[in-house]
Every structure is written in structure tokens, then in C-alpha cells.
């Protein structure tokens, strides 16, 4: 058996080459952190103003992409703000409150999907998961 040593580094320790690295290894996944979180307030959305989600397609990188299919008459009632405690029920809510409309509601929750994603995928949004997740690097950018 061999013991070897190595020095790790936080994100932001690392040399700006290392972190593009880093960063670049990161964005090469598509895996969004919220995913479930969004589709539990959708359909908690659905089921507050009485219409059943049957499919959907949601792409967290062009929203342009996704879509919803739902049936039923929604109720048209005011509904609380917080359905399910995960921030991705005030898109939802808050305009379905001021507008009473679907399509709207599921175009802001499609836009603030999108920016969480960004906002993940962002050297700053990195920075942050590694040091609250206490991810290290090598002196290349290399994740341990």
C-alpha cells in the first residue's frame, strides 16, 4: 500500500485556469438540482385550481421547448402562494391569483425555472454548491 499526498483546493482558491476547468467539467451535465421540487409545485399547482396534469416536457436550458398538457376547467378561485414550501410555487401562484390564466402562470414558472438553471450552471452558481456541498479540486481543476 502507497499513501499519497495531495493538496486540495475550494473552488475559489483555485487558479482561473483550473476553474474554467472545473466549471467546464460541471457544465457538461444537465442534471438541474430543483427538478423535483419544480414538478411537485406544478402539480400541486394543477391540483389547487382543479385540473389534472397529464404530460409534460419541461427543458430547463430553452424553455421555448417545454410545454404542459393539463384537462379540466381550472376553478378560477384565489389559491395560497405556498403550496408545497419550494420557491417554484410563487410563479405559479402569484399569477395565477393576478391573472387567472394557465398560460401565463406556466410561462413564469417556465422563465424562473430557467434562470435557477442558469444561475446553477454560472461560475457563481458552482462556486456556491461547492463550497456549501464542500466539493475540493486539484491544482488542474480536477473534482475530488
Avoid at 424553455?63 to 395560497?80: A, M
Avoid at 438553471?117 to 454548491?129: I, K, L, N, P, T
Wanted: with cysteine.
Amino acid at each position: 500500500m502507497k499513501n499519497i499526498e495531495i493538496t486540495l483546493y475550494s473552488f475559489t482558491e483555485l487558479s482561473e485556469k483550473a476553474k474554467e476547468k472545473a466549471l467546464t467539467n460541471y457544465q457538461n451535465t444537465d442534471y438541474f438540482y430543483f427538478e423535483d421540487e419544480a414538478l411537485e409545485s406544478l402539480k400541486a399547482f394543477f391540483d389547487e385550481i382543479g385540473v389534472k396534469l397529464k404530460n409534460y416536457e419541461i427543458d430547463y436550458y430553452y424553455p421555448r421547448n417545454s410545454w404542459v398538457r393539463y384537462e379540466g376547467t381550472p376553478s378560477g378561485k384565489f389559491i395560497k402562494e405556498n403550496l408545497t414550501g419550494f420557491w417554484f410555487d410563487y410563479p405559479l401562484t402569484k399569477t395565477w391569483n393576478k391573472t387567472k390564466n394557465i398560460d401565463n402562470c406556466l410561462y413564469n414558472f417556465s422563465r424562473e425555472i430557467n434562470a435557477c438553471y442558469d444561475h446553477q450552471f454560472s461560475e457563481q452558481g458552482f462556486a456556491e454548491h461547492c463550497e456549501i456541498n464542500e466539493i475540493y479540486f486539484d491544482e488542474k481543476g480536477n473534482q475530488f
